[in-house]
């Protein structure tokens, strides 16, 4: 069974947000609030979003990469739960300033062949007296 779009959250703030933007364009959301169960369907939906909540659990377990996934967050969300999105391969959408571009992700309106760029930004120092 194909499913759509699939919400993992624990965040009620969250799973109401994603449930609006789905009844707004009229397309089914299937939640599960538990980590463990992203796993397993992880491959069958078009679309995967994990809550900032669950996001840091679900990137440690090296989930093969893919298309379609977003990590949903707020703007209180710890920078470990953002990180999280880049082993995941995913985008991250900022509850509720990214509340449009979630409706256009759950109605398909994104065009899933899009690659993006990503800026990583590390800090970094040189050795004392050393020279290039």
Do not use: F, H, K, N
């Not at 995967?48 to 989930?63: C, F, I, S, Y």
């Amino acid at each position: 069974m194909t499913i759509e779009t699939l919400l993992c959250t624990a965040d009620e703030a969250i799973a109401a947000a994603v449930s609006a933007a789905g009844a707004a364009v009229q397309r089914p959301v299937v939640r599960v609030s538990e980590a463990e169960a992203l796993i397993g369907r992880w491959r069958e939906a078009r679309v995967v979003l994990v809550g900032a909540d669950l996001a840091v659990l679900a990137a440690r377990w090296g989930l093969p990469s893919r298309q379609g996934v977003y990590v949903l967050a707020d703007a209180s969300a710890s920078p470990a739960a953002l990180s999280a999105s880049v082993p995941l391969g995913a985008a991250t959408i900022v509850l509720p300033e990214g509340g449009m571009w979630l409706a256009d992700v759950l109605a398909g309106r994104t065009g899933s062949s899009q690659r993006t760029s990503r800026i990583a930004v590390l800090g970094g120092s040189g050795g004392v007296a050393a020279s290039t």
